[in-house]
């Protein structure tokens, strides 16, 4: 017996695995496999679907010595990825620490992750006739003894292909007779793939757009010349709320098409904005493919597989987006740039903005990032020249932008006490606008955790000494306590800003406020839109449809409503407290306040009659809402920089977010501090390790939740530092640790 030439391959298998396996390939399926190959692999037990990331090459001295197993089958006859993307994936699955398999199938449509499943299209029967010159005396010789056929013949004759399931339905035992005609030669049976089209809500039609202004078109110019010069680039378009980027980003596509070029735009979250999505396939039709979670899995192949075989060019999407297969990559727009819901915070960590430039960098493409309010981070590199900044300083058609007013709480008729949520300013002006038959969004950021303390007289909120952040209250104890350090302490009686004695813990929900709008307002026709109230595919966007079409008078809702949506009759915006943002337990507070508010701001005004904005605070003077509302980005990014590099957090330095957590909390406190340990042993000294401390979120479905903020200099020693750490942790059962590189979301 001679010995066969042997290949094996390296893949990636879909479960929290680290390493990659080899297999051998069976001579049945050499000359079929190859790099990026979806296979199924024997693995365990049982079966796993698995990934082609190397080969198939001769077995290597890794391989010697060991008994491989056989790839067990090969699902896609073509890869499913090219050797660009795979690249990406793998330099992400390192830089984020998560598994690579993981990774992996997080870029594929969820259907080719499980073993077992068909990931075929679906394809519909379709009958047509052959002949349909013949005439029906000639056919009547051929059909005389066969009535059946004879009916189809006649419905069929026309020519037009019918579905052979409505046939059926439509003429019971149609299948037998087609059968019949078939044999006879006189109709044929076809198979056709349908690729399911996600349904978009009927939205109004936007009118042409002749010309740009002068600052559209000037940044047109630069990405239209970095297109052509087919090279990695990376721009900022840093334009205020209606400044027109929407339009600059669809031609820059339309430019990259041009060149037989395709382009991915990202946005935060697709089902808050569906009027883009709308406007983008308004202008490329059927070229444009959308991928998120709220589709089915079957659509989601279908609009992958659009992608994949070059049917669309064109891709919308959530932050997975950017693995889409797109063609001849060209250009990657990120809208929002800023928002956070960019980064995956949970189990699978990674940043679809940060991964677009790296994928960029990989295929040669142009990046544009663009925002009203450009994240700290990215206006910093885009400052000292690492990205080109391009500005569009002002609304088109000069629409004014809109006023903000801002009222004192600690003025006003002490609201707490009273348990009163809209002030008399803001009472007043909702009245107004109700009564010129006007719509209204109330804004109140409020996210599901514990109170903060705050000091009825000056405002401030009780912050933590070592980090600045605001301290949140924990029920169990009753104390006061900063997630990134661990400090904790009573609930002070007197303030310690102001030295007066008015702490008061403060908490305060969409619910309520949507009340007190019915309650005042017997009249209005009010919406609520929060995680609560919208549930399901397509709630919000069905919430958001009746209030564009002006079903409802007044929207009270989480951050939800500040994103995106363009309703013209909205005259008047409330931020009901602004406080709730600048006091998150997070160092980001500031930022994510200066933008929200700006965002919401931006909501109003849109049609023909000027926007209203009022803003509730306890905290007038903050430089959130002083510079927002003086609509003043530079100044505000300046000051965060020096408050940043003050305090050591981005970009001044990087952050690794380490979270332990349990269903038993004493494991969870136990964990946590070995963790803290190996962190700071690696670290050498080199690194600052911050806590343990319970998370703002300390207890989550069910588990308890303690974290580690990690702070250095370089991203790649706290990698390395996190990855010692995690070879060296013995995980006890039921354990688990997150390692989050450059965290976004504190929770
Ligand atoms: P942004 O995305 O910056 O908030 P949009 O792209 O939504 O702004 O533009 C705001 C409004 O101005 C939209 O209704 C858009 O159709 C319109 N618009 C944009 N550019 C022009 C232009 N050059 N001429 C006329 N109208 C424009
Ligand atoms: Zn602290």
Known sequence: MSAKPEACVRVAVAAPVPSLYSYLVPESLVARVDTGSLIEVPFGRGRKRALVVEGPVPPGDAEKGFRLKAVASLVEEEPVLDAALLKVLRWSADYYLVPPGEMIFAALPPMFRHTGRSAAAKRRQLARVLWPALRWPEAETLLRRAPAQARLWTRLKSGVPIEVAALEQELPGARNALKGLVDKGLVAIEWVETLRAPELADLPKQKAIKHLTEEQAGALDHLTRALDDKGYGVFVLHGVTGSGKTEVYLRAIAHALSQDRGAILLVPEISLTPQLVFRVKARFGDGVAVLHSGLGAGERLDEWRRLRQGKARVVVGARSAVFAPVHRLGMIVVDEEHDGSYKQSERLTYNGRDLALVRAREEGAVVLLGSATPAIETYANARSGRYTLLELPERVHARPMPDMEVVDLRQVLDPIEREQVLSPALAGALAETLDRGEQAILFLNRRGYSSFALCKDCGETVRCRNCSVALTHHQRGDLLCCHYCGLSMKVPKICPSCGRGRIQLFGLGTEKCEEEVRRRFPGARVLRLDSDSVSGKGSLQDMMGRFTRGEADVLVGTQMVTKGHDVPGVTLVGVILADLSIQLPDFRANERSFQLLTQVAGRAGRGDRPGRVIVQSFLPDHESIVLARAH????????????????????????????????????????????????????????????????????????????????????????????????????????????????????
């Open 632 to 747: 003043d980005f530079e100044t505000f990014f300046l000051r965060e920089m020096e408050r940043r590099a003050g305090l050591g957090y981005p970009p001044a330095r990087r952050l690794l977010l380490v979270r332990a957590s349990h269903e038993e909390r004493e494991r969870c406190v136990k964990l946590a501090k070995e963790l803290a340990a190996l962190l700071r042993r690696f670290g050498e000294g080199r690194v600052q390790v911050l806590g343990p401390a319970p998370s703002p979120l300390d207890r989550l479905r069910n588990r308890y939740r303690w974290q580690m903020l990690v702070k250095s200099p370089s991203v790649e020693l706290l990698q390395r530092v996190a990855w010692r750490t995690r070879q060296a942790i013995s995980l006890p059962a039921g354990a688990k640790i997150l390692f989050d590189v450059d965290p976004v979301d504190m929770l």
